[in-house]
């Protein structure tokens, strides 16, 4: 758990006022709101925050997009910002202790929520702001958690379903010199190139699940040793070319070096 929980959120994470607010309004096409959650080389983005004329009305996440691609299959683009999601009405205010912001992450199972001065939403705050406070005490291996590697000729769907069903980012696969992996940013990258739109139009969605995820470029993996700290893993992590880290055969996100 990230230590000072009592200071607030504007002292935790200065920099989060300093940077563009990313957001959507209800009307914005899908395929507008998911290139801002895919990989891109300018920007990074854990969600996106829902405005209608400024007032606060949803969030988005991986997740929720996710789900959405799995239930509405090959027409997933046809909706707009605003059907996705989940509702949202009151925001995090910047006075508020960094403990509310922790609450809500842990409830939700989604590090992601927009912050207000003075009624207005003029930021947002994910868990990857807050890794420089991260507590330091412990080696960054007592917080790792187990992997579960999968086949590299996986489908793309079946990869959808597994990150759904099992709560996670990134899929892992063990190959002879150490671990690789995909991230949930790097399927929706795919699903929304111009490849994947023709496939599915020429041969419908089940189309996808003839792609293996061997088709979409695996990341070698960052590996610690296990004797190395919390701190060199914070570090790392606020690399967004690492969203997790290797030790042994173990994964450590920056969920676990914040929420455990």
Not at 26 to 43: C, K, M, N, R
Not at 71 to 81: M, P, V
Not at 183 to 211: I, K
Not at 226 to 253: N, W
Request: aromatic share 8%.
């Amino acid at each position: 758990m990230v230590e000072m929980q009592d200071i607030s959120i504007k002292a935790a994470a200065p920099q989060i006022f300093r940077r563009p607010l990313l957001y959507v309004s209800p009307a914005d096409s899908l395929f507008h709101a998911a290139t801002f959650l895919a990989v891109g080389p300018q920007i990074y983005a854990d969600g996106l925050v829902v405005l209608d004329a400024g007032r606060l009305v949803g969030r988005i996440g991986g997740k929720h997009l996710a789900k959405h691609i799995l239930g509405k299959k090959e027409r997933w683009l046809d909706a707009s910002a605003g059907e996705i999601g989940e509702p949202l009405e009151k925001p995090l205010d910047a006075d508020s202790p960094l403990k509310d912001a922790l609450s809500m992450f842990s409830e939700t199972r989604f590090a992601f929520m927009p912050v207000a001065t003075g009624g207005k939403i003029v930021a947002s705050l994910s868990i990857r702001d807050l890794l420089g406070i991260a507590d330091k005490t412990r080696k960054a291996v007592q917080l790792a958690s187990p992997i579960t590697a999968v086949q590299e000729n996986m489908g793309v769907v079946e990869a959808l379903r597994f990150m759904v069903d099992k709560a996670v980012r990134n899929l892992v696969t063990m190959r002879p010199d150490g671990p690789y992996f995909i991230n949930d940013r790097r399927v929706l990258e795919f699903l929304l190139s111009h490849e994947a739109r023709q496939l599915v139009q020429e041969r419908g969605f089940s189309a996808l699940d003839d792609v293996p995820l061997s088709h979409i470029e695996f990341y070698k993996g960052r590996v610690m040793n296990p004797d190395e700290s919390t701190s060199t893993a914070a570090s790392l992590l606020s690399d967004v070319c690492t969203p997790c880290i290797f030790i042994g055969y173990k994964i450590l996100t920056p969920w676990d070096l914040v929420m455990k």
